[in-house]
């Protein structure tokens, strides 16, 4: 295949906006192709898009199906020669998770958070999401053994479970959310500080977080600790944040890449002392992020509209809960962690969603550096990510912000400094946003570039960039983003003039880890013994098998030769 005459935007290659031909054969990108020619003439071509930071399967999104009948009825869309029904907005089918990432030029999503428990479910899930590459991180920041070992300071014992956990959970890195206040909230507690200890096990989240890192970093994974912060979703919480950032500072990184990736940091950047005082501290992160260079983020961008939010956090789903008078589940994961989910909605005039709005745009507006913020609404938490153009083009638009800004609570103007920030994001930050930051953050060497040996996933979209101005025209920005003209991943055709036109079987992405075996035959005996005394299910019956996977793809790292371990 030959794509022709685009405007080409790879900046991980150095390419900004030239008029050049692609060629692809065998699914890589390549130097020559013969075979069929689509004509780009003039038109936007990029990467395919990928989703660092979403919600996208497991047990969590039932349950978010499931409470709200009411989102099932939306965005339904009949079978196709092609595609099979699609139900949902906020928490859509498996299908339409996966057609839906197709038209907007997304070729990559992984799924943020799940416990190794439930990792079956999960991979289940994704086997049902078609086209796009996934993956799901695995979550550590609540577990029994986690903590054991961070009591002991054990950190050979804490890398052979780490990396007997991703084997298990067939998961891709290590995910951390509100550490220790998912073990406190089985007690009816939370944690309240980095500094608080967890109930029974004489651990405090700064332990945690800093032992999780260092192990990371020990095991050489393709990405970092991927981090929820403690006190997340509460007035004044920026400081919270920034002193565990600092925590992380002096700890060498093993690839080129980050310490440590900060998840949905909207949510983290909040000042005031109560929800009547809130304001936006996003400027105090941006100048943090603008100082060092340990950290990365993604978004969480607030959509308004309805939402369904899910989270390992179940102490800020039970506030969520009584804050908005609203239905919720709350779930106490044996051993590992907890969860929540709750509808919402975000709306205009609420003084709080308003501010809530402006201090993602601010985050990704004031941080300097595009390769530190992946584009991300949290989804479903923040919103549906059907509504990435809608941000790419409050980004590229001041214009377009001040209109948006009109229709929002006043406050928005007073307690936040989106008002005076006229910076507008071109075409090759958008770029390194959606597709070469996120890749590079998560290790992912074939992906986010157009380089020779990259994976063949390209969006092409009905956007000519020497013709349009989208400071002006950022409506024809947010359509034009909305469909791609052409999604090719893996070197296919799946998007032809907005329209799926076939749904092949992307991979699954997971790290197996080695540690020496004389570690994990240490870490084994002892958790035999935890899952003969503790554990509802047996050892036997708890690892993903091979049969989950049916394309999958294997990521080595660690120190040496994994023992085979049933």
């Not at 260092?214 to 991927?226: A, G, K, Y």
Request: net charge negative; charged share 25%; glycine share 8%.
């Amino acid at each position: 295949m030959i794509i022709k005459g685009g405007i080409v935007y790879d900046p991980a290659n150095g390419i900004f906006g030239e008029e050049m031909d692609i060629c692809i054969e065998n699914g890589r990108i390549a130097e020559d192709a013969g075979g069929e020619v689509i004509d780009a003439r003039g038109l936007l071509v990029m990467p395919g898009g990928v989703d660092a930071h979403s919600h996208i399967a497991g047990p969590k999104l039932n349950t978010g199906r499931i409470m709200r009948p009411d989102d099932s009825r939306m965005g339904t869309e009949p079978r196709t020669r092609v595609c099979r029904p699609s139900t949902g907005y906020t928490v859509p089918n498996c299908y339409a998770i996966g057609y839906r990432y197709a038209r907007l030029g997304y070729t990559t999503a992984f799924e943020a958070a799940t416990p190794i428990i439930e990792a079956r479910h999960t991979h289940e899930e994704l086997e049902e999401i078609p086209i796009v590459d996934k993956g799901a991180l695995t979550l550590f920041g609540s577990n029994w053994t986690v903590m054991e070992c961070v009591r002991d300071n054990d950190l050979g014992r804490l890398a052979a479970y780490v990396a007997w956990g991703l084997r298990a959970a067939r998961g891709y890195g290590v995910k951390i959310v509100n550490p220790g206040g998912g073990e406190a909230w089985g007690f009816g507690s939370n944690v309240k500080s980095v500094h608080d200890p967890v109930p029974h096990f004489d651990v405090t989240p700064a332990q945690i977080i800093r032992a999780l890192a260092e192990v990371n970093e020990r095991l050489r994974l393709p990405h970092s600790i991927h981090l929820h912060f403690n006190n997340l979703g509460r007035p004044g919480n920026y400081t919270t944040a920034i002193e565990t950032l600092e925590l992380l500072k002096d700890i060498k990184p093993s690839r080129m890449r980050q310490v440590v990736h900060v998840a949905h940091m909207q949510f983290s950047a909040y000042g005031g002392t109560g929800w009547k005082d809130f304001e936006s501290k996003a400027s105090v992160i941006a100048d943090y992020f603008n100082q060092t260079n340990h950290a990365t983020m993604d978004l969480g961008q607030i959509i308004f509209g309805p939402a369904t939010t899910m989270t390992a956090d179940a102490p800020l789903e039970y506030a969520n809960a009584r804050i908005g008078h609203q239905k919720w589940s709350n779930h106490d994961i044996e051993l590992e962690e907890s969860s929540g989910v709750v509808p919402w909605v975000y709306m205009r005039k609420m003084p709080v969603n308003a501010v809530q709005w402006a201090i993602g745009l601010e985050l990704a507006l004031l941080t300097r550096d595009p390769w530190k913020v992946v584009m991300t609404t949290d989804h479903p938490n923040g919103g549906p990510f059907v509504n990435y153009p809608e941000i790419i083009s409050l980004l590229m638009s001041r214009e377009k912000r001040e209109e948006e800004m009109k229709t929002l609570h006043e406050v928005v103007r007073s307690r936040s400094t989106l008002p005076s920030i006229e910076r507008e994001l071109d075409w090759s930050e958008i770029v390194i946003m959606t597709r070469a930051a996120p890749a590079r953050i998560l290790g992912l060497e074939d992906k986010g570039h157009l380089g020779i040996g990259a994976d063949a996933d390209v969006s092409i979209y009905n956007i000519k960039p020497e013709e349009i101005d989208p400071s002006k025209d950022h409506a024809e920005v947010k359509a034009g983003m909305s469909r791609a003209k052409y999604t090719i991943k893996g070197g296919v055709v799946v998007v032809r003039d907005g329209e799926i036109v076939a749904a092949p079987q992307g991979r699954t992405y997971w790290v197996d880890a080695a540690v020496p075996e004389s570690e994990m035959d240490r870490m084994l005996s002892a958790l035999k013994e935890k899952f003969e005394r503790y554990y509802s299910i047996r050892m036997s019956n708890y690892m993903v098998q091979d049969a989950y996977l049916s394309n999958p793809f294997v990521v080595r790292a660690g120190v040496q030769p994994l023992k085979e371990v049933i």
